[in-house]
């Protein structure tokens, strides 16, 4: 069975970046798409970014448009890891971060309910 754990969290100031990992284990990653959500107080979740399997080759990834340019999704299959760097952070960012996986081939969604593997969070905060 899938498990995942977030790390890489943090404070950051306005412009600042953070990489967090969402690290698996159970399983061989490579045959899961990943999706990186995020909930700020009082607020609905998020999908923040998603990445497909890499068991065909193609990997494919997806953004939201708040994001677009300064977030990148990546994933290292031999460390069983996926990736979400991320630059020129704004107050706006601020959220608990997750990381979600479901068995994939050749896609990744946006959609939470998807995905049946979530990790605990990380939270990043960004602020002066």
């Known amino acids: 069975q899938l498990q995942l754990v977030e790390s890489g969290g943090g404070l950051v100031q306005p412009g600042g970046s953070l990489r967090l990992s969402c690290q698996a284990s159970?399983?061989?990653?490579?045959?899961?798409?990943i999706g990186w959500f995020r909930q700020a107080p009082g607020k609905a979740p998020e999908a923040v970014s998603c990445?497909?399997?890499?068991?065909?080759?193609?990997?494919?990834?997806h953004y939201t448009d708040s994001v677009k340019g300064r977030f990148t999704i990546a994933r290292d299959d031999a460390k069983n890891t996926v990736y979400l760097q991320m630059n020129n952070l704004k107050p706006e960012d601020t959220a608990v971060y997750y990381c979600?996986?479901?068995?994939?081939?050749?896609?990744?969604?946006?959609?939470?309910?998807?995905?049946?593997?979530w990790g605990q969070g990380t939270q990043v905060s960004v602020s002066s």
């Open positions: 159970g399983v061989n990653l490579k045959y899961y798409a």
């Open positions: 979600a996986g479901e068995v994939s081939w050749g896609h990744c969604s946006r959609d939470d309910s998807w995905y049946d593997y």
């Open positions: 990445i497909s399997d890499s068991d065909e080759g193609d990997v494919r990834s």
